[in-house]
């Protein structure tokens, strides 16, 4: 379960980030829908594996057998919580990916006439500069 609090919290860094880099979101709907499509589906996922596994499932093997019916149920609630957080994460994925390369920026570009004028000192240097300068 920490794996996906912490793809969350990444995930919600990235959409501000997008944000920061100055791009606009693709799909603001797509921004709400995805955590509440993602959340759960780890939820699901890792509630079918404790379930599975206090029913004695084998972890970490190849090719595991059924053994009855008894891990039916738990890893089916498995497949459906990889399904719906593949769902969530792949909304997340086109949503930053579009915003970030079809999207227009939300700012102007900077030209260089609206940069700060620093003011200058009588001598040429400015007051920044005279800070740095060593007394003679």
Known sequence: MVVGGVTMAFMGLAYHLVKVVGR????????????YLFGP?????????????????????????????????????????????ALGGSIF???????LIITSSTEAPRRQSDARQVPSAPDGL??????FQSPE
Do not use: D
């Open 93 to 99: 994925v086109f949503n930053v990916l579009v915003s």
């Open 24 to 35: 606009s979101l693709y799909s603001q709907t797509l921004a709400r829908v995805q955590p």
């Open 126 to 131: 400015s007051t920044e500069a005279r800070a």
């Open 41 to 85: 589906g780890v939820l699901a996922l890792v509630a079918g594996m404790a379930w599975a596994g206090a029913l004695g499932a084998p972890r970490k093997t190849f090719e595991a057998g059924v053994a009855g019916v008894s891990w039916l149920a738990p890893t089916n609630l498995l497949g459906a919580g990889a399904v719906v957080t």
